[in-house]
């Protein structure tokens, strides 16, 4: 769908989706980024399959008559997090992988360790991402800078691409619209960065206390309405995409490409 294509473009600086996940939707994720005044911290990321998802895994299993790892055991499996570590920057180490379990379903909880923010690189990658190699070509990582107790969150908000002119309106397709919607249902990713400290000046558009949001996407919201969504296929540019998104109930994303933290 083309209109999900954009989306995931403008949004692509603002998210780092890894661990090895192969499902389209049915899964919450987020990432908290910890950042202690020395520049140093720990990324935390957390990927939750629905009961919904979890049920229809194993339904799916049991058909195909399929054994072996579950998707919770590939998502905590050590080699794997070792190697997403490598692509999250120079530097950053595994540090360890935990099952849980809440009212929204089951997943993993990876932690990772760093010693210097401005080597961070976070993209919007479905199975982790980084610098380097022809696979990152499109790819627009948000970068740290730090100096002095200063740290400064670097993204590039890019213009959606442009529709080719034989391209099929999928949106405007209800069925393809309602398996999209089915697809997407529960499906939700939030990043934070969470400074381990005193937050003395920041212009973040959104902070709650130590804790700045750079996107939380509700995708049940997003795909409701069919004409933000044309809405949306239409912006030109950023600005007007964001008023769009100010629209959609429960999404937040910051507008400024570049956000200041003094911390101490």
Same mark, same amino acid.
């Given at each position: 769908m083309k209109f999900i294509a954009k989306f995931r473009t403008m949004l692509a600086a603002f998210v780092a989706l890894s661990v090895t996940l192969l499902f389209t939707g049915c899964f919450q994720m987020e990432q908290?980024?910890?950042i202690k005044p020395d520049g140093s911290g720990t990324i935390v990321m957390?990927?939750?399959?629905?009961?919904?998802?979890?049920?229809?895994i194993e339904e799916m299993s049991k058909a195909g008559g399929e054994k072996g790892k579950t998707p919770i055991d590939e998502m905590t499996d050590p080699t794997k997090a070792?190697?997403? +570590?490598?692509?999250? @920057?120079?530097?950053?180490?595994?540090?360890?992988?935990?099952?849980?379990k809440n009212d929204v379903g089951e997943g993993a909880k990876l932690t990772f360790s760093f010693t210097d923010v401005t080597k961070l690189h976070v993209d919007m990658d479905m199975n982790g991402g980084g610098p380097g190699g022809d696979e990152n070509k499109e790819k627009e990582p948000v970068t740290f800078g730090f100096n002095k107790g200063t740290l400064t969150i670097k993204s590039t908000?890019?213009?959606?691409a442009a529709a080719k002119p034989n391209?099929?309106?999928?949106?405007d397709d209800p069925a393809a619209l309602a398996m999209m919607q089915q697809m997407m249902k529960g499906m939700k990713i939030s990043v934070f960065?969470?400074?381990?400290?005193?937050?003395?000046?920041?212009?973040? +558009?959104?902070?709650? @206390?130590?804790?700045?949001?750079?996107?939380?996407?509700?995708?049940?919201e997003v795909l409701k309405d069919p004409k933000k969504m044309k809405a949306m296929d239409k912006a030109d540019g950023w600005n007007d995409a964001l008023k769009v998104l100010k629209e959609i109930p429960g999404v937040v994303v910051e507008p400024k490409e570049?956000?200041?933290?003094?911390?101490?």
């Amino acid at each position: 769908m083309k209109f999900i294509a954009k989306f995931r473009t403008m949004l692509a600086a603002f998210v780092a989706l890894s661990v090895t996940l192969l499902f389209t939707g049915c899964f919450q994720m987020e990432q908290v980024i910890n950042i202690k005044p020395d520049g140093s911290g720990t990324i935390v990321m957390t990927a939750v399959l629905t009961k919904e998802a979890l049920k229809q895994i194993e339904e799916m299993s049991k058909a195909g008559g399929e054994k072996g790892k579950t998707p919770i055991d590939e998502m905590t499996d050590p080699t794997k997090a070792a190697e997403q +570590a490598k692509k999250l @920057g120079e530097g950053v180490k595994f540090v360890k992988a935990e099952k849980i379990k809440n009212d929204v379903g089951e997943g993993a909880k990876l932690t990772f360790s760093f010693t210097d923010v401005t080597k961070l690189h976070v993209d919007m990658d479905m199975n982790g991402g980084g610098p380097g190699g022809d696979e990152n070509k499109e790819k627009e990582p948000v970068t740290f800078g730090f100096n002095k107790g200063t740290l400064t969150i670097k993204s590039t908000h890019k213009k959606p691409a442009a529709a080719k002119p034989n391209d099929k309106e999928d949106k405007d397709d209800p069925a393809a619209l309602a398996m999209m919607q089915q697809m997407m249902k529960g499906m939700k990713i939030s990043v934070f960065v969470n400074i381990e400290g005193t937050i003395t000046e920041t212009d973040a +558009a959104h902070r709650d @206390g130590s804790r700045i949001t750079l996107a939380v996407v509700p995708f049940d919201e997003v795909l409701k309405d069919p004409k933000k969504m044309k809405a949306m296929d239409k912006a030109d540019g950023w600005n007007d995409a964001l008023k769009v998104l100010k629209e959609i109930p429960g999404v937040v994303v910051e507008p400024k490409e570049t956000v200041t933290v003094k911390i101490k």
